[in-house]
C-alpha cells in the first residue's frame, strides 16, 4: 500500500500557490514517466483535480499535476481515481511518457481523506489570500 501527502508550494518558485503531491514521501512526478506534479489550489476543486470527461466518458480522471504555469489547459497529469470502502486507487495516468507502464497506486481511504482535508483547509487561506491581494491591487 501507498502513502499519499502532499507539500505546499513556494508562490515565489512557482508563481501560483498550490501543493506538490508525494507519494511514499517522493513527489508524484518521480513515479516512472510522470510528467508534472505541481498542482494548483484552483485546479483542486474541493478533491484532487477538475474531472476531464474527454479522456474516457465512462471513466472518471482528475488532475494530479500541472503545468508549471499552474493550469492543466496547458499540460497536465491525469488519473483514474477510483474510491471503494477502505482504499483509494491511482491508474491510467495520462500525461505519462510511456502509458503502458503506467502504475496503480493504492492507498488507504482514511490516508486519502486525511490528505484532502488539510488540502481543502489550505485551499480556502488560499482563496483568501488572493482576494486579498486583488483587492489591495485594485
Known amino acids: 500500500m501507498n502513502t499519499l501527502d502532499f507539500e505546499p508550494l513556494d508562490p515565489d518558485e512557482f508563481g501560483f500557490r498550490g501543493f506538490r503531491l508525494l507519494i511514499d514521501g517522493q ?3 518521480s513515479v516512472p514517466g510522470c ?7 484552483w485546479e483542486f476543486a474541493d478533491d484532487l483535480g477538475l474531472e476531464d470527461e474527454s479522456v474516457s466518458s465512462q471513466k472518471i480522471h482528475r488532475v494530479v499535476g500541472v503545468c508549471d504555469c499552474g493550469f492543466a ?3 497536465a497529469t491525469w488519473a483514474r481515481v477510483e474510491k471503494h470502502d477502505g482504499i483509494v486507487t491511482f ?7 510511456n502509458p503502458q507502464e503506467s502504475p496503480t497506486l493504492t492507498f488507504d481511504r482514511e490516508n486519502y481523506e486525511a490528505v484532502i482535508a488539510r ?8 482563496q483568501q489570500l488572493d482576494a486579498r491581494s486583488k483587492g489591495e491591487a485594485e
Request: net charge neutral; proline share 0%.
Open 27 to 29: 513527489y508524484i512526478y
Open 35 to 41: 510528467t508534472f506534479g505541481e498542482l494548483s489550489y
Open 73 to 75: 489547459g496547458c499540460g
Open 91 to 97: 491508474s491510467e495516468f495520462s500525461g505519462f511518457q
Open 119 to 126: 488540502m481543502r483547509i489550505l485551499t480556502a487561506k488560499y
